[in-house]
């Protein structure tokens, strides 16, 4: 049995998807918030309570008891952590939402896990660890001692909880840091979602850092390929790891892009140009995010390789048929 946390959100439906497809068993949690709209959610959830090796349950990873009564009742082998509250931006305005759910509720998956001594935790990070780093492609072995944003941090702390535990308990962690995932089904405070909404309703777009940032965007399969094989080999210790038996692995596509590109590959897809309307950088945005993927290859046999064009045009497909436009 897997459990996947987060299993509406947009990775987790995905990930939940390609277990299914090998004939796993999979149970799923998630709260269902409303930090964009619920309906996408639901009709997410609903491509995977249609398929009879799949069972749901409404419940918040930050609910002690609910999740501690979870793992007594399911004891799954293997869990794909998911959950969180995600959105750098939203993050300085809401950071209370951050410690319950990405600090709170981690600490509760990490105790479920010791309890039914799972043989394998896979759990979401984020490149936003990188923080203020400079030197690029970003490496697993640079610090992250400059978060810029508090997302970030609770991912940082992510990384060091499972350590912790892996340490101490010798329960296999593997940490993934995902770099600016995108593609069908993908969460509407992302930049495709919002640009291909507005560029329909013939709005004009907001870019920020005067569209000169650069980001290491990743397509969605690329992203489940990589986590299921992840899932699939427990972490053993690595060099880094001090003899824990803890990974860290970038999980992005190796090819940082513009954002001025990006929005040029939407353009081209949807056959409308953009209506740009420049803004400085936003607090807590990164300047450039670009993945060395050398360690997941070595360990996994696989790299994200989508290209931008591909899979932004994927997405759009999606869009005009989910939304009818």
């Known amino acids: 049995m897997i459990l996947v946390t987060g299993c509406a959100g947009f990775i987790g439906m995905h990930c939940a998807e390609r277990l299914l497809a090998q004939g796993r068993q999979v149970v799923g949690i998630d709260n269902l918030n409303a930090y964009y709209d619920p309906a996408l959610k639901d009709a997410r959830l609903a491509r995977l309570t249609a398929q009879p090796a799949f069972r749901f349950e409404k419940l918040d990873v930050a609910d002690r008891a609910g999740m501690a009564d979870l793992f007594a009742r399911v004891r799954p082998r293997r869990v794909l952590h998911l959950a969180a509250q995600a959105g750098v931006r939203y993050s300085i305005d809401a950071p209370n939402t951050y410690t319950d759910s990405n600090l709170l509720g981690f600490a509760h998956v990490l105790e479920g896990c010791r309890a039914v001594q799972a043989e394998h935790l896979v759990y979401a990070s ?75 309703a013939g709005e004009p777009i907001d870019v920020y850092g005067a569209g000169q940032l650069v980001r290491d965007f990743t397509y969605i399969d690329d992203i489940a390929t990589g986590v299921l094989r992840v899932l699939d080999k427990p972490a053993t210790p690595g060099a880094d790891s001090a003899g824990a038996p803890h990974r860290i692995f970038n999980i992005g596509n190796r090819t940082p892009t513009l954002l001025t590109d990006y929005i040029g590959a939407i353009e081209a897809a949807l056959g409308i140009t953009a209506n740009k309307r420049m803004l400085p950088i936003q607090p807590g945005d990164m300047h450039t995010t670009w993945a060395d993927t050398s360690a997941l290859q070595e360990w996994a046999g696989f790299a994200p390789a989508t290209p931008v064009r591909d899979g932004v045009a994927r997405f759009v497909r999606w869009y005009r048929v989910f939304y009818k436009v």
């Open 126 to 200: 984020s490149s936003s660890v990188y923080g203020g780093n400079t030197k690029t492609p970003f490496s697993e072995r640079d610090q992250v001692d400059h978060p810029v944003s508090y997302y970030a941090a609770t991912k940082k702390a992510n990384e060091a909880m499972a350590h912790s535990y892996a340490h101490l308990y010798a329960m296999p962690c593997t940490g993934l840091r995902f770099f600016t995932v995108y593609g069908p089904w993908g969460r509407p405070d992302m930049a495709l979602f919002k640009f291909t909404r507005a560029m329909l």
